[in-house]
Each structure stands twice: as C-alpha cells, then as structure tokens.
C-alpha cells in the first residue's frame, strides 16, 4: 500500500484521551503530528448527536454516536456489515453477548468467555464523550500491589513508577480536563499534593442523597464494620466530593455544570470535558487529523515501525474507498484497551512476526481488566429529590485500600443522583409507564412502594401524586470493585468476526476471580449496614436469565455485575520486557519507536476510575517523546 504515503515527526492512533492530550502537547511544540482516527469528524456542535439520542428507541449510553446500534427494521445492526463497529449496552449481556451477528465482540466461545465483559466504548474523534466526567487519582498503594500485599492468589505485581512520579502529571491533567474538587476532601488512604497545590475549581455541591448517607454514617459501631478489614476501628465513614472534570464554574469559555443529570449519555452544554476539546486545539496548533482512516497494520523493519497501513471507507454507506501507508519517525498507539491490542495481533504479514507487533512476550492482549459494579438502588421513607445536579457528586473512597486486600478487592462507594435510571433501564419513563399501564417492569408498582395496590393503574392527580412520591425518594448505590490481574482474561482475534472492511474483530476471554468475588461479599455487607443506618426499602433486583449473575456461598442475594467501561491492563508496563510489555513510558520494549498508551498499561486497577491517569500518563509520556525525537530521527 505504498499510495497515499506520506510521513510525519509523529503519528497517532486514536483521538481520545491519551492521543488528543499527546497530540495536542506535541503541536504546540511545533511537532509534526498526524492522528489517524477510524470514526468521523469532530462536530461543529452536539446537535446532530442530541438529535440521535433524542430519536433512539433505547436511551442507551451509546445512542447519541455512530454507528446506530439498531438497522432501519429496528433489528440490531450486524457489526460484520459496519466499518468501525464497537460494543454496545445492549448487545454485552443477555441473551445476545455469544452471538457475533449481533455483538460487536466475539464471546461465543463457552469455554474461554465464561462471564460477559460488559463494559462498551465508541470510536470516533475525540473518543469517550460518554464517559461520566469522573477523575480520582489512584492512592499511593495502588502502585505497589505486590510489595503491599503480595502476589501468591491475586497475581499483584508492582507499577514501574510509584505515586510520587506521577503526582505533578496528575495537577497538569487536573489542570487540562477542567477538575473540580475540595483538596481537603482528598487526603486520605496517603494521597498527598504538591506545595500549595490547589484543583483548577471548587467543588460540585453535595447532593441531598449525599448529605443523607454522610449523615447514617458518620458514628457507627465497630462491632458492625469487622468485616471491613481495615486493621483498625471504623467508627465513621466520611462521605466526599468525587473529583470530576466537569465545570462548577465556567472555566476555559465553558459554561457550568446546570444539573442535566445528563452526563451519560452525553453532557448538552459540554460542562464536562470531552477530548474533542483537547482535539480541536491540537489540530488548531497544527495536527492533522484525518478521520474516517482505520489503521490496519503496524509495518515493521530493522526492529522499528516504518509505517502504520489505513484503511478508508464512504462514511454514507461504510464501504472501503482505498487505503495508503502513514509513515513517521515516532508511532503512538493510543486506541483504548481492546482496540489497540487488536491492531497489534493483527499486523502479522509483510514479514511481521506472527505473534503480532510488540509481543515478544506474548502478553498483548493478556490480564485484561475492569470495574466490575454491583448495583443497588431502593427507597427512602421521605423524598431526597433525585435529578437535580450531575449522575455522582460524592463517594466513599477511604474503603479502597487496607490489610484485606491481601484477601479480597477492594471497591469504592459511588452515590447516585439519578434514581432509578440507570438501573431499571430509563426511569423515570419506565416507573411512569408502569403506573399508567398498571404492568411493573421497574419495580415500584408494588404495595411496598406505593401503598397501594400491586400493578395499581392511575392517572390525573392520583397519577402525579403517585409519580411524585416515588420518584422523589428513588436512590441507587454503586460499588466498583478492583479485578487483579489474570493472564487467562484476554483480548485476541476472532477467527471468524470480521467487520465491513474485512478487518478480524476483538475476541474476549473472561471471568471474575474469587479475589474479585469476596471484594462483592464485602460490599454486599456493607450495602445492608448503608440501607440499615438509611432506614430504606430495597428493590435491588437480579434476573435469573442474567449471563453474569452468580450466588455467594451463605447470602440469599443473588448477584450479577455491570460493566464500567473501565478498560484495562493488555499492554501493562514494567521494567522486565519478559514480563510487561512497555516500559515505564509507555514505550514499546521490542520497538524503541513505537509508544502505546492509555489505560491498557495499567498492571492493577484500583479503584479508581482510570481516566485522570491515564491522562496523567500521556502528559508524561508527551514530554518524553518531545525529549528524545531528536535522538529517535537517527
């Protein structure tokens, strides 16, 4: 493919968080940058995907972008007939996730795919717009699994840089992404700041639901917190501000945060930072983007990249329209951590070794992680007002490390601030239809909750009245829970999948671990001492034909998991090219010019969500490369 060759200083794969932030460093360097981007253009404004959403029969996280999850009958889209396909929420669990007709990731092997990987991602320029703006840092022991608490059952190894090297990074992407947090609120588990370091804003108000939990939790018995683990006495557990890149005031000629409660799918006055922002000022610093190019194989020789191979394709009608060969001195592969694994695995022909590009030690695509959550959500006696402000204001987090994680995951405690939504699959329309239908898909046509009737059909001022009550007083809880690391949960190619340009799609390898699994048994402890102390009926519910769900041995609950979307660990770094597969800045071990970033090189997870650091990590990994290019030209 020797047509359309053209050569740059730098050039990218991928335009989200880590590619538009490096990009972006890079051009106002005076850099030659080029991003190949698989999905469009970036919008002139978020109309066309308001509109989208507006229109979609399932109000799903990815119903605002391309591609339409559903075909002009409404049936699901086969994602072999779709250029740049990606998962989506209604494809990665029920009856649907083994079948590669209809989802995008290949988990029809029973044998390999024992539980769903349920977390989605999108694929156009500017990456995640519908991630939900949240950006704790990792605490310091994050960084240091193995040393802290060992590798003999969970399989921790150690990062190899700690805490303190990344700390500055973490204040320059607080910085870019627009952050808003109280940085008292902040310190604990050992997170500390630098000098008189304070975030770019003040923080976003507590919810009502948030000042009720911090209320039912702030004395509490220690005789009731045991199973915590925590080495010491838990008499209290403070509830804080969750750090977000979203505006609590306008910053950068962005407005504030007006409390859509909008955030996923997609924030309507862009309060929350997306890459498209970073994007646009990189290309304006003079960075190339072109859309619509899938990158399709790494080219190598002499041990180097020479040359990364596009694919293009008719944005009307998907079908290829040619291709050519992007040629640089330095490659960065920055597309998320199923996406980029699959175009190393796939560059296996023109002399490529056949274990792909970068895998020498044969673990790209291997020890692939996320959040697994498990959600709860019921009632309170009196209304607390959901709705108002962004999905999650406040957390507990001080749970996310302690002595039991030589045992058991941690996890984190998200408070939601949109009822039912999430949860029940789009309250509050769904509540609403049950009431005037008098059928009960959400599960709060009951007696219970109602007082009346079981499937109680209403309208008029019995209807509103009614709506009123319940809606007022709906709440959910989240637990994001750490995975450790497992060589078996991988990303490879399917043999069979393909997608319209012919390309093999991802094929996914997974399963939660009893590490993983006791991390939920403590969670589900501490869901019943939260609703306890809250005085609150639970509603939270778990289908027996759910793919993902599972018992624990002694608790009645049957249990499932929701995807984050916090994909992690298939290129992880290290300082043993036997053992990882880049170095401690995101370079490749086997390519000295070849760099792949993003939350793919995480070796452990934490709790927190990945995007501040992987964010931090680009802006370190940026700097690295503007140092060495000169020395990287010869």
């Not at 939504?421 to 309250?427: I, P, S, Y």
């Not at 769904?430 to 079981?454: E, F, M, R, Y």
């Not at 497992?486 to 319209?500: F, G």
């Not at 501490?526 to 759910?546: G, H, Q």
Request: proline share 6%.
């Amino acid at each position: 493919m020797a047509q359309n060759s053209i050569e740059y200083d730098i050039a990218i794969v991928g335009s989200g968080f880590a590619g538009s932030l490096i990009a972006n460093e890079l051009s106002k360097k005076g850099i030659k940058v080029v991003i190949l981007e698989a999905g469009p253009d970036v919008q002139p404004n978020f109309n066309s995907y308001m509109k989208s959403f507006f229109e979609a029969s399932s109000k799903v996280p990815e119903s605002p972008f391309p591609p339409a999850v559903h075909d002009s009958d409404g049936k699901f889209r086969n994602p072999s007939e779709v250029p740049v396909g990606r998962p989506s929420s209604l494809t990665v669990g029920g009856a649907t996730w083994r079948d590669p007709n209809q989802a995008y990731l290949d988990q029809s092997n029973s044998k390999l795919s024992k539980r769903p990987f349920k977390s989605t991602y999108e694929r156009l320029s500017g990456g995640t717009g519908h991630w939900m703006g949240l950006t704790p840092r990792l605490v310091p022991n994050d960084f240091r699994m193995k040393t802290m608490y060992g590798d003999s059952q969970a399989g921790f190894v150690d990062w190899p840089i700690d805490y303190s090297t990344i700390e500055p990074f973490y204040g320059k992407a607080e910085a870019e992404l627009g952050v808003s947090a109280d940085i008292d609120e902040q310190r604990f588990c050992g997170i500390e700041f630098s000098g008189n370091y304070q975030y770019p804003m003040s923080r976003i108000p507590p919810s009502l639901f948030d000042q009720r939990v911090g209320q039912a939790l702030a004395s509490l018995d220690e005789g009731d917190t045991k199973f915590l683990g925590m080495g010491r006495p838990v008499t209290s557990l403070a509830v804080r501000s969750l750090p977000a890149a979203r505006n609590s005031q306008p910053y950068r000629n962005r407005r504030a945060c007006a409390g859509n409660t909008n955030c996923i799918p997609i924030c309507p006055i862009q309060a929350k930072y997306d890459p498209t922002i970073t994007l646009n000022d990189a290309t304006n610093n003079g960075a190339i983007l072109r859309h619509h190019t899938v990158a399709s194989e790494i080219l190598l020789e002499n041990g180097r990249v020479s040359g990364i191979n596009f694919l293009t394709y008719d944005r009307e009608n998907g079908r290829s329209t040619g291709g050519g060969v992007i040629k640089a001195t330095v490659y960065v592969i920055a597309a998320n951590g199923i996406e980029t694994p699959r175009l190393l695995l796939m560059s296996t022909k023109h002399g490529q070794p056949a274990s792909g590009v970068a895998n020498n030690s044969d673990l790209v695509g291997r020890h692939l992680m996320d959040h697994p959550q498990y959600l709860s959500w019921g009632l309170l006696k009196d209304a607390i007002f959901p709705y108002r402000g962004p999905l999650v204001t406040s957390a507990i987090g001080e749970l996310c490390d302690g002595p039991f994680r030589s045992r058991r995951a941690a996890f984190r405690v998200s408070l939601g601030n949109e009822g039912w939504a999430a949860v029940v699959g789009g309250d509050p329309n769904i509540t609403t239809l049950d009431i005037v239908n008098g059928i009960n898909h959400s599960g709060a046509n009951t007696t219970k909750a109602t007082k009346l009737a079981d499937n109680v059909a209403l309208f008029g001022s019995d209807l509103t009245k009614t709506l009123g009550n319940l809606l007022s007083r709906q709440f959910r809880i989240a637990f994001p829970i750490e995975q450790n690391p497992d060589p078996n949960n991988r990303v490879r190619l399917s043999k069979t999948a393909v997608d319209s340009l012919g390309l093999h799609r991802p094929e996914i390898h997974y399963d939660i671990s009893d590490y993983t699994i006791r991390g939920f048994e403590a969670a589900y402890h501490l869901k019943k001492l939260i609703f306890d102390r809250l005085n609150a009926d639970e509603f939270t519910r778990v289908s027996e034909d759910d793919p993902a769900s599972f018992n624990i041995a002694g608790i009645q609950e049957r249990f499932t998991y929701g995807g984050a979307g916090h994909v992690m660990g298939t290129y992880r770094m290290g300082t043993d090219p036997k053992t990882s597969v880049v170095d401690e800045w995101q370079r490749s071990h086997d390519h000295l010019n070849l760099y792949l970033v993003g939350s793919g090189t995480f070796p452990t997870v934490g709790t927190a969500n990945p995007t501040l650091t992987l964010s931090a990590l680009a802006l370190r990994t940026a700097d690295h490369i503007a140092k060495n290019l000169p020395s990287l030209k010869n």
